[in-house]
């Protein structure tokens, strides 16, 4: 399984951010819940970078919630389900 590069790549977890900014992912973080045949429940939390209009970083705010992890019969991740 190959979970942190997933997370890092899918577009999905922008749907976690509050301020419409970026996934800073060197502080992206996550938590295997619960594994099944052919899901994983994941906790995730990440850092959002902030920017100011000029370009330059305003701050950051924390954010997490939980995905559901799609597998296949490989157990590798084929689809994110944001929870």
Do not use: H, P
Request: charged share 25%; aromatic share 8%.
């Amino acid at each position: 399984m190959q979970i942190k590069y997933f997370l890092e790549t899918c577009r999905e977890l922008t749907q976690l951010t509050t301020q419409n900014g970026w996934i800073d992912n060197d502080s992206l973080k996550f938590d295997i819940i619960s594994k099944n045949k052919d899901n994983l429940l994941v906790a995730v939390n990440f850092d959002e970078i902030i920017m100011e209009g000029s370009g330059c970083v305003a701050g950051k705010v924390a954010c997490y919630g939980q995905v559901k992890l799609l597998l296949n019969q490989d157990e590798q991740v084929i689809g994110v389900k944001i929870i």
